[in-house]
């Protein structure tokens, strides 16, 4: 943090106070003015031009100047029940993705945790490498298993189980499983990495003290990962609520996601306002409210394992 | 206070051939990837002792422990508690409890919840597990602490809610492994006489490990010594300082002089040994085994035995040498004294400060004598 007195650092403008800037300008520059940007779209009135909105500030003559709010995009988003519709199936499916990935992912933190080094290290390698292939690339090879003349169906058409192709793709289903899929890694590590600090004389102990290893795990190793869980579940939760590809390339028409509504709002309806509006509410009703008790969360947990973050 | 109720109903009964081992380790052998980190053990422990372990670091004590919690299993070997074969059974299913080094204190509980774990596993009513909790937290005076989460404890205090955890659970048997490495002296001594205390007072066998002799020394009934995966001697703390039974042991166990040399001569009782360190006289020991002449051994004799004086000693003929003060090693209560022999031996003797240090009558580089008694000294074959 930068001193409080403006006048001392004003005179011992420090190299530290300048490598702790650095972070603070990035964020402003790359993160407080877009969304300063997008509120003051949010505001303005769409009109044919370049580019596409009103300006929200106005000189009428030469001395006054006029700031114009536009409530419209947002009073539409409330009235038009397909924002607040598609809204809830958004969150509704993330939250289950994210679930999802939780229950996969927890097991394979564990066993990677569990494993000799040798074969740990191994394993974690295994949970990075999808990174270094496309996103795109990853989620079209689902394409290739799900679609009705995919692996899938065709195997299960050759086995004779089916005779019609079933419907796995352009559906909701389709949608989690691509989410699941791309972002378990941000569900797996930073739960290894809170199992891992687990002192394992701690869980002996309660071996120790007569607990089975199922009654360990529940009353002493979940609890101390607890942690973990809460980052990856936001880690999954966030970006899963926004996804605009799963849906665009696994789903359909009829799996409409905020996350599309605002891509076709911005290039189909050129409403650029509308879409604002759109990702200024997301925001407010996710973003901040996922943060927030995300925040609360870890000072929770800090204050019960006593780890003292310096910052 | 219960006078002179001492933690061991018959005294010694090791020596009692009708006692039965309340632990019984048989044969035990642990492999690690083909190198044995526990080798045949054979021990037996009697109800109500405090056994210590003792060893250096990597002689297998912790690996000997973890296999009598369960922790680890034996390669080959049987570990029997009250008579029963452990083989095979799981921690949680031993009636025996553990004391980490680290302590091991559950961070996300408090004080009351810890200690209530193991009791809460035995699913006992809730008024009894309080009442219990409360009074072990007692036993251990932390009964303030309750809420406390082990964070908020200094390291003296976690070590007592360590083992009011481990104690609540009535074991048939406590393992301690390092209970007060991680303390620092001053605390760490009145820990070990506290720790016997609550020993004797809840007459539960302990076995505890320890690389430290003088805790070792403090607290146990007997100890045995490890290294290399075997036990090397058991015997009570005066045993293996008086009456090692190797090089090893003496040297591990407290400081000793050591003389390498042949028995020439047979007395009864006594061996006559000539030695190259000591040039002035031939060494006198008292032994109860057979040393046969020309057989080579070690005499040990500890530093507080050896005689030190600044005139010669009138007709000693054995166990006399001549040297030089090389080095004193003050120590308040004590000074270790550094005598240079003429061929260049240094010969350890420690001697109780009478007189204050400037009035010391013997200083650096003085010519003194030293000597010790034949009884004193002690005749290693191995």
Not at chain 2, 34 to 50: I, K, P, R, T
Not at chain 2, 143 to 158: A, C, I, N, T
Request: proline letters at 5%.
């Amino acid at each position: 943090m930068l001193p409080k007195k403006v006048n001392t650092w004003k005179f011992h403008f420090r190299g530290s106070s300048l490598i702790v800037g650095v972070p603070y300008f990035w964020l402003l520059v790359f993160f407080l003015c877009p969304c300063l940007i997008l509120l003051k779209i949010s505001f303005a009135d769409s009109v044919l031009q370049i580019p596409p909105y009103s300006n929200i500030l106005k000189w009428i003559n030469d001395n006054v100047a006029q700031l114009t709010f536009n409530f419209a995009n947002y009073r539409l988003l409330f009235t038009d029940d397909l924002y607040v519709r598609t809204f809830t199936t958004s969150v509704v499916i993330a939250a289950n993705s994210a679930f999802a990935c939780l229950l996969i992912g927890y097991p394979m933190a564990y066993a990677i945790v569990r494993s000799r080094p040798k074969i740990r290290m191994i394993l974690l390698m295994l949970i990075v490498l999808p990174f270094w292939t496309s996103f795109l690339i990853r989620v079209y090879s689902w394409v290739i298993l799900l679609a009705p003349t995919g692996l899938i169906n065709k195997a299960l058409m050759y086995l004779g189980i089916i005779d019609q192709p079933l419907k796995l793709m352009g559906n909701y289903c389709a949608v989690a499983i691509g989410i699941v899929y791309t972002y378990l890694p941000f569900m797996v590590l930073p739960i290894y990495s809170s199992l891992e600090k687990i002192d394992n004389s701690v869980v002996e102990a309660a071996y120790d003290l007569g607990c089975t290893p199922t009654k360990a795990f529940f009353s002493v190793i979940l609890p101390l990962s607890m942690r973990g869980v809460a980052t990856g579940f936001s880690l999954v939760f966030m970006p899963a609520i926004g996804e605009y590809v799963m849906p665009e390339i696994l789903g359909d028409v009829s799996t409409v996601t905020i996350g599309r509504i605002v891509w076709s709002e911005f290039f189909t309806n050129l409403s650029w306002p509308v879409a604002s509006a759109l990702s200024v509410m997301m925001i407010i009703f996710v973003a901040l409210p996922v943060t927030l008790w995300y925040g609360g969360q870890q000072s929770r947990l800090n204050k019960k394992l006593n780890i003292h973050e310096k910052v | 206070m219960a006078a002179k109720s001492r933690h061991l109903n018959k005294i010694e009964p090791w020596h009692d051939p009708e006692e039965r081992p309340y632990v019984y380790i048989e044969n035990i052998t642990k492999d690690y990837d083909g190198s044995a980190a526990v080798d045949e053990v054979n021990l037996s422990v009697y109800q109500g002792e405090l056994f210590s372990l003792l060893g250096k670091s990597g002689c297998g004590k912790s690996t000997l422990l973890r296999m009598l919690a369960g922790f680890e299993m034996p390669s080959s070997g049987k570990i029997y508690i009250d008579g029963i074969d452990m083989s095979g059974i799981p921690p949680y299913r031993r009636p025996v409890s553990m004391v980490f080094q680290s302590y091991a204190l559950f961070p996300h509980m408090n004080v009351e919840q810890n200690v209530a774990f193991g009791l809460k596993q035995e699913k006992l009513p809730r008024s009894q597990i309080n009442e219990r909790v409360d009074d072990v937290l007692e036993l251990v005076q932390m009964l303030d602490f309750k809420k406390r989460k082990p964070h908020q404890l200094s390291g003296g205090q976690r070590q007592r809610i360590a083992l009011a955890r481990s104690l609540v659970k009535r074991p048939k048997l406590l393992l301690l492994d390092e209970p007060l490495a991680a303390l620092d002296k001053k605390l760490r001594e009145k820990t070990q006489l506290e720790l016997v205390n609550i020993q004797e007072e809840v007459g539960i066998t302990f076995i505890m490990v320890s690389h430290d002799q003088e805790e070792a020394m403090t607290m146990a009934s007997r100890i045995g010594i490890m290294a290399d995966g075997r036990i090397i001697q058991v015997g009570t703390p005066t045993e293996i300082y008086e009456y090692p039974n190797c090089k090893y042991v003496s040297n591990f166990v407290g400081a000793i002089n050591m003389f390498e040399g042949l028995v020439v001569e047979e007395e009864e009782n006594y061996a006559i040994v000539r030695s190259s360190v000591l040039d002035d006289s031939d060494i006198k020991v008292e032994h109860s085994a057979s040393a046969a002449i020309g057989a080579n051994v070690s005499v040990a004799i500890r530093p507080e035995k050896v005689v030190i004086s600044k005139t010669p000693l009138k007709e000693r003929n054995y166990n006399c040498a001549k040297g030089v003060v090389q080095d004193i090693i003050y120590l308040g209560d004590v000074s270790i004294y550094h005598v240079e022999l003429a061929n260049g031996h240094i010969v350890y003797s420690t001697a109780t400060n009478l007189f204050r240090i400037a009035e010391r009558p013997i200083q650096w580089d003085d010519e003194v004598y030293l000597y010790w008694l034949p009884e004193n000294a002690i005749l290693l074959t191995a």
